[in-house]
């Protein structure tokens, strides 16, 4: 018998989260973004899932790109990175995948490259997150260059945003400012539009809402923000972290639990033993009292991580057995929750989910 250890996509709930994030905006065409395999769901059953109602999908990097391709999803594909060989350049102008430009060598290598049909090009500018992007000393000759080169069409200029999820910064609306200072030059010609919105910027933040938006994290349908939104409760998580209770013991007060035995016993206690651990992608770094859910009951965290195991306190729940169903995360434990637990976020956690773990398909 396989090992009960599984992530289950519920396609239905992506679906539901990429019409929600749609409504913020119904003016602009929101792109769905499933860069590092649609944030650890499966890149291909998300794309065939939202393939009929997206404009297009973005990735990070070329291969993923490719990845899509070659299972046969047409839809146009923004590479968020760009790309950085002749090859790619090629696959990429022939393949409809748009490709971003942020520094003078893509610009470079892009003019410089023969290609047959037209590449699509997003510019990025760098508004203020300081991490890729053109900027006033670049911008201006960079956009020329490209807009002379016969075999391009600049489609877009955009920009990323650096504390979105924090509705209290002043850090958006500064980097709006920038934004519509660098464009301003540039979007009355060529019928150029504007991108800038993420998940956060999109359901927080109206003024953001441009005509081309990126949600990535609504779409698997956790909170993108630091603190409470109203928002974050028509979002429907789509990946439920299950697996199975395979131990249970009674301790005495003052045992300890695990490596190191960090968990100690306050009270005669019952603890099971979980079959998934770090190497599956629960995080190592969960503390002592990280929330879980057994049987439909609500248990915590005892013991450090292991590889392949999680220990629990049980005792105050009721019937607890052997083969018992554990959720680690999903629609009764927020995996944003659980991430702070390990001090780290909820896409760390989507996303490292390892590959010993089969994901269940839903719901379609
Ligand atoms: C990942 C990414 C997004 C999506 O961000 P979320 O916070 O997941 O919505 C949008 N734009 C860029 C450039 C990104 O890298």
Known sequence: MPRNTKAIIHLDAIKANYQ???????????????????????????????????????????????QLREAGITKPILILQGVNQPGELEYASNHDLWTMVENKIQANLITQTPLKAKLKAWLKLDTGMHRLGLDDSNLSDTFEQLKQCLHVDVMTLCSHLASASDVTSSMTSEQMQRFEIMTSGFSKQSALSLSIANSAALSGFPETRLDWNRPGIMLYGLSPFEHPHPSDNQLQPAMTFTSEVIGLRQLQKGETVGYGGTWQAERPSTIATITAGYADGYPRHAANGTPLSIAGQQATLAGRVSMDMITADVTDCSGIKIGDPVELWGKNINANKVAQAAETIGYDLLTGVSQRVPRDYCCN
């Open 20 to 66: 929600l994030a749609n409504q913020y905006a119904p003016q602009s065409k929101s792109i769905a973004v499933i860069k590092a395999d649609a944030y650890g769901h499966g890149c291909i059953e998300v794309a065939q899932a939202l393939e009929t109602q997206v404009p297009a999908f973005a990735v990070a990097i070329f291969e993923e790109a490719v």
